[in-house]
């Protein structure tokens, strides 16, 4: 049996050919295509039961089976599966493209919502149905007959160039190797990264000489620009890294297949001229309709807003590091590829400890549980690893997959977990849905089950090292425990939903400016002394973490938060600005509007052969186009809804009663109301920013 094929359980990943991709998707498009077929035929008044969720039904299918491909590409990428992808995706694209522009299933919902069963509906179905009309509206569903043809042939193109983005992202990114085979310029680096480094070349088949190899992905670029005291190594990986598939980038290689350049205009044409179809001013306008934010005006007030807080601290932050570098490193030019190293040795001076230091504290080993051991607190669940020798088939070897069980014993979720940067993966961490929670029929009158939710959770940090002959456990920076938290908050919203209607269970129908609050609501913990305490040991004695070094962490945490929260803001408005008022067939370029947006916002300006734009995956290959402004909203979101549980009366954060608030009101609700309502239910008013100023240390009390 083909194993795209099999929906009685969880992904068969062994079993799953290259070769099964192509049949797999025509059946499942020709399964899908006769139920809509059936869904349009229909001359009775349309009902949820035998109309909804038929469709529902074979949507999911399609896009189960579909959604393990795309995690097999992103995650153990060839040549192969990538060509495979590639010819499928426009099929798939075609498909939903030609969903959203349906006429008849227009009417047909249009009919359900005017009828009296809709007063009957549960909330979640209501919702559903309300968001589907909206859909078909932004999906082309009431343009002429003679406009449907180019909107969908628009899906199509955008779709192929955003994974044409992401493709030469990866190549580029991958084709980068440094080798350094003299020890003496490879002073200051961690130990640790050494030794990943040296295990990197030995394994590589194309390296002769002994030495270490360096590379653009994050374990191995970061730690050489936070720590190398060569500074022409940095400024080397740095030119490397900010021109990653650009015109400069593919020069340097006689090619021009890698160049993204050309691509975002071309996206970014589409994109208007999709939103001018479909009667917006411009394409922020279609991506505003479904979300929390009312227009693309009130967004740039609001980063504006918060640029203006955050200035006078970015200023000052800055100004420290200059005089810092001049005085006691001897830089009187603070280049970008000097900002990392310069800002490590500050924090080293000023607070009196380095996050390497802190790196030793966090083994995987420990990390992993101390953080399940946060959420089985809060939520009164409880986690436990499945066996690698299970029944469960992994994608690679270093993935992990897990249960979560909840107060009763009953099993409600499951997920993998897969930490490890690889060539074959694609870069980032991200949360990925691969069965979403519902309730499923089953034969025989008045019978059913839920069906549980499963998440993948996909990170890129330094896999564990060879030390003496021993395999030592990966070590991850404070960082990187942030961004797990965070992905994990992600899974969690997945995972602990209530809704037994697939189209707003977990994150699906949550509006994307507030999405990110679960995640980011996470990250919080991170810096809570009841929960580092039962996730460190240091690798080598097994001590705890020390509760000086602690204090030490707690001391830095808004260390250049101004110049941080700048950069957030300056790529926000960059993007917004890029789908609003941004003409991409005008005289003014990309390069130059961000140039712009640079010279009036950031305090640190780029050398001019940076080409950050190329690399700038989350609104042109993802799901953030005129909505990476979300980050700082959800930012927002998040840092009130934390504050709540600083202010439970307990003297703790840690409490199963807000816990259970949170995970009542927001968890559990997933997309089934709007999120403000969810925020208020749960905190009681609307958000307000004071608690983000407060948190980043950007206020005057």
């Given at each position: 049996m083909?194993?795209?094929?099999?929906?009685?359980?969880?992904?068969?990943?062994?079993?799953?050919?290259?070769?099964?991709?192509?049949?797999?998707?025509e059946?499942?498009?020709?399964?899908?295509?006769e139920?809509?077929?059936?869904?349009?035929?229909?001359?009775?008044l349309?009902?949820?039961?035998?109309?909804?969720?038929?469709?529902?039904?074979?949507?999911?299918?399609?896009?189960?089976?579909?959604g393990?491909?795309?995690?097999?590409?992103?995650?153990?990428?060839?040549?192969?599966?990538?060509e495979?992808?590639?010819?499928?995706?426009?099929?798939?694209?075609?498909?939903?493209?030609?969903?959203?522009?349906?006429?008849?299933?227009?009417e047909?919902f249009?009919?359900?919502?005017?009828?009296?069963?809709?007063?009957?509906?549960?909330?979640?179905?209501?919702?559903?149905?309300e968001?589907?009309?909206?859909?078909?509206?932004?999906g082309?569903?009431e343009?002429?007959?003679?406009?449907?043809?180019?909107?969908?042939?628009?899906?199509?193109?955008?779709?192929?160039?955003?994974?044409?983005?992401?493709?030469n992202?990866?190549?580029?990114?991958?084709?980068?190797?440094?080798?350094?085979?003299?020890?003496s310029?490879?002073?200051?680096?961690?130990?640790?990264?050494?030794?990943a480094a040296?295990e990197?070349?030995?394994?590589?088949?194309?390296?002769?000489?002994?030495?270490?190899?360096?590379?653009?992905h994050?374990?191995?670029?970061?730690?050489v620009?936070?720590?190398?005291?060569?500074?022409?190594?940095?400024?080397?990986?740095?030119?490397?890294?900010?021109?990653r598939?650009?015109?400069?980038d593919?020069?340097?290689?006689?090619t021009?297949?890698?160049?993204n350049?050309?691509?975002?205009?071309?996206i970014?044409?589409?994109?208007?001229?999709?939103?001018?179809m479909?009667?917006?001013?411009?394409?922020?306008?279609?991506?505003?309709a479904?979300?929390?934010?009312?227009?693309?005006?009130?967004?740039?007030?609001?980063?504006?807003?918060l640029a203006?807080?955050a200035?006078?601290?970015a200023?000052?932050?800055?100004?420290?590091?200059?005089?810092?570098?001049?005085?006691k490193?001897?830089?009187?030019?603070?280049?970008?590829?000097?900002?990392?190293?310069?800002?490590?040795?500050?924090?080293?001076?000023?607070?009196?400890?380095?996050?390497q230091?802190?790196?030793?504290?966090?083994?995987?080993?420990?990390?992993?549980p101390g953080?399940?051991?946060?959420?089985?607190?809060?939520?009164?669940?409880?986690?436990?690893?499945v066996?690698p020798?299970?029944?469960?088939?992994?994608?690679?070897?270093?993935?992990?997959?897990?249960?979560i069980?909840?107060?009763?014993?009953?099993?409600?979720g499951?997920?993998?977990?897969?930490?490890?940067a690889?060539?074959?993966?694609?870069?980032?961490?991200?949360?990925?849905?691969?069965?979403?929670?519902?309730r499923?029929?089953?034969?025989?009158?008045?019978?059913?089950?839920?069906?549980?939710?499963?998440?993948?959770?996909?990170c890129?940090?330094?896999?564990?090292?060879?030390?003496?002959g021993?395999?030592?456990?990966?070590l991850?920076?404070h960082?990187?425990?942030?961004?797990?938290?965070?992905?994990?908050?992600?899974?969690?919203?997945?995972?602990?939903?209530?809704?037994?209607?697939?189209?707003?269970?977990?994150?699906?129908?949550?509006?994307?400016?507030?999405?990110?609050?679960?995640?980011?609501?996470m990250?919080?913990?991170c810096?809570?002394?009841?929960?580092l305490?039962?996730?460190?040991?240091?690798?080598?004695?097994?001590?705890?973490?020390?509760?000086?070094?602690?204090?030490?962490?707690?001391?830095?945490?808004n260390f250049?938060?101004?110049m941080?929260?700048?950069?957030?803001?300056?790529?926000?408005l960059f993007?917004?600005?890029?789908h609003y008022?941004?003409?991409?067939q005008?005289?003014?370029?990309?390069?130059q509007?961000?140039?712009?947006?640079?010279?009036?916002?950031a305090v640190?300006?780029?050398?001019?052969?940076n080409?950050?734009p190329?690399?700038?995956?989350?609104?042109?290959a993802?799901g953030?186009?005129?909505?990476?402004?979300?980050?700082?909203?959800?930012e927002v979101?998040?840092?009130?809804?934390?504050?709540?549980?600083?202010?439970?009366?307990?003297?703790?954060?840690?409490?199963?009663?807000?816990?259970?608030?949170?995970?009542?009101?927001?968890?559990?609700?997933?997309?089934?109301?709007?999120?403000?309502?969810?925020?208020?239910?749960?905190?009681?008013?609307?958000?307000?920013?004071?608690?983000?100023?407060?948190?980043?240390?950007?206020?005057?009390?």
């Amino acid at each position: 049996m083909n194993s795209l094929l099999d929906f009685s359980g969880l992904p068969r990943f062994a079993d799953i050919k290259v070769e099964h991709i192509t049949p797999a998707v025509e059946e499942l498009l020709h399964d899908c295509r006769e139920v809509v077929a059936k869904a349009r035929a229909t001359t009775t008044l349309p009902t949820w039961q035998d109309f909804v969720q038929p469709v529902v039904d074979a949507n999911e299918r399609l896009s189960r089976a579909w959604g393990q491909v795309s995690h097999l590409n992103a995650v153990m990428n060839s040549a192969e599966l990538r060509e495979v992808y590639n010819a499928n995706l426009p099929r798939i694209t075609q498909y939903y493209a030609e969903l959203s522009q349906d006429q008849a299933l227009f009417e047909k919902f249009k009919q359900l919502r005017s009828s009296e069963e809709f007063d009957s509906l549960s909330r979640a179905r209501k919702k559903i149905v309300e968001n589907e009309l909206r859909d078909f509206r932004l999906g082309g569903a009431e343009l002429p007959r003679e406009k449907k043809a180019r909107f969908m042939q628009i899906q199509e193109e955008l779709s192929a160039l955003s994974a044409k983005f992401s493709d030469n992202l990866l190549d580029a990114t991958n084709d980068f190797i440094l080798l350094i085979e003299n020890e003496s310029e490879l002073s200051g680096i961690p130990d640790d990264v050494l030794h990943a480094a040296r295990e990197a070349a030995e394994k590589d088949a194309s390296i002769s000489k002994p030495g270490w190899k360096f590379t653009l992905h994050a374990p191995s670029y970061l730690p050489v620009m936070q720590y190398a005291d060569n500074r022409v190594l940095r400024e080397n990986m740095y030119r490397a890294y900010v021109t990653r598939a650009s015109e400069i980038d593919s020069l340097a290689h006689g090619t021009s297949n890698w160049d993204n350049m050309p691509l975002i205009n071309k996206i970014l044409q589409l994109r208007q001229e999709e939103a001018k179809m479909l009667g917006f001013d411009c394409y922020a306008e279609v991506s505003l309709a479904s979300k929390m934010a009312e227009s693309p005006r009130q967004v740039l007030d609001f980063l504006n807003e918060l640029a203006a807080k955050a200035r006078p601290y970015a200023e000052r932050d800055l100004t420290e590091l200059k005089q810092f570098a001049a005085d006691k490193l001897g830089l009187e030019k603070l280049e970008s590829w000097d900002l990392a190293y310069a800002s490590e040795k500050l924090r080293m001076e000023r607070y009196a400890f380095s996050d390497q230091e802190v790196k030793q504290y966090f083994p995987e080993n420990k990390v992993l549980p101390g953080m399940f051991k946060l959420v089985e607190a809060l939520y009164g669940i409880s986690i436990t690893q499945v066996p690698p020798s299970s029944h469960v088939q992994l994608w690679h070897s270093d993935v992990k997959f897990f249960n979560i069980h909840d107060a009763r014993g009953e099993l409600i979720g499951q997920f993998y977990i897969d930490l490890y940067a690889r060539a074959s993966k694609r870069g980032g961490a991200w949360m990925d849905d691969a069965i979403t929670r519902r309730r499923m029929e089953l034969p025989g009158a008045g019978k059913s089950a839920i069906q549980i939710p499963v998440a993948y959770l996909t990170c890129n940090f330094s896999p564990p090292v060879t030390i003496n002959g021993q395999i030592r456990p990966a070590l991850f920076t404070h960082d990187e425990v942030i961004v797990l938290f965070h992905e994990f908050g992600h899974g969690l919203h997945h995972l602990l939903t209530q809704v037994e209607d697939l189209s707003v269970s977990g994150i699906n129908g949550v509006e994307w400016d507030a999405v990110e609050l679960p995640s980011q609501f996470m990250e919080n913990f991170c810096w809570e002394w009841e929960v580092l305490t039962h996730m460190t040991a240091h690798i080598e004695s097994g001590a705890p973490l020390p509760r000086v070094l602690f204090e030490k962490m707690l001391a830095a945490k808004n260390f250049q938060s101004g110049m941080q929260t700048l950069r957030q803001i300056e790529f926000a408005l960059f993007d917004m600005h890029l789908h609003y008022d941004f003409d991409p067939q005008g005289e003014k370029t990309v390069l130059q509007l961000l140039d712009d947006i640079r010279s009036q916002m950031a305090v640190v300006i780029p050398p001019a052969f940076n080409r950050f734009p190329s690399s700038f995956s989350h609104i042109f290959a993802g799901g953030y186009a005129a909505g990476y402004y979300s980050y700082k909203w959800a930012e927002v979101l998040s840092a009130d809804a934390y504050s709540l549980f600083e202010e439970n009366g307990t003297g703790q954060v840690v409490t199963s009663k807000t816990g259970e608030r949170f995970r009542n009101e927001i968890l559990a609700v997933g997309g089934s109301r709007p999120a403000l309502e969810s925020f208020i239910a749960f905190r009681g008013r609307e958000p307000s920013i004071e608690a983000l100023l407060r948190h980043s240390g950007m206020t005057t009390a």
